[in-house]
């Protein structure tokens, strides 16, 4: 099994979505998603609204998006916080 830390993986995507034209904003989350025929429409907590063709929710186990949309979780989360360095595999509970 390969684990590739996730702070890695952010700042690849990060980097090629900026390279497209994007802008990454963090501390901004989703507080309303409505879907018409051919678009979504997002409300974020800073009070901007968004709309789009689609939305990707790629905000773990406890998912504002799924929740949003009214499906629930298939499967479970783990409570446990894991910490890997230098190969050295680690669970750590709260």
Same mark, same amino acid.
């Given at each position: 099994?390969?684990? /590739?830390?996730?702070?890695?993986? #952010?700042? !690849?995507?990060? *980097? &090629?979505?900026?390279?497209?034209? $994007? ?18 429409? /997002?409300?974020?907590?800073?009070? #901007?609204? !968004?709309?789009? *063709? &689609?939305?990707?929710?790629?905000? $773990? ?34």
């Amino acid at each position: 099994m390969l684990l /590739v830390a996730q702070w890695r993986t #952010e700042a !690849v995507l990060c *980097a &090629y979505f900026e390279k497209l034209g $994007g802008t990454v904003e963090y501390g901004i989350g989703l507080e309303r998603l409505s879907q018409a025929e051919r678009s979504v429409s /997002v409300t974020l907590t800073n009070c #901007e609204t !968004v709309t789009a *063709a &689609y939305v990707v929710g790629c905000d $773990g186990g406890r998912s504002a998006t799924r929740k949003a949309i009214g499906l629930s979780l298939v499967g479970e989360t783990l409570d446990d916080k894991t910490m890997l360095r230098r190969g050295l595999y680690r669970n750590f509970r709260d």
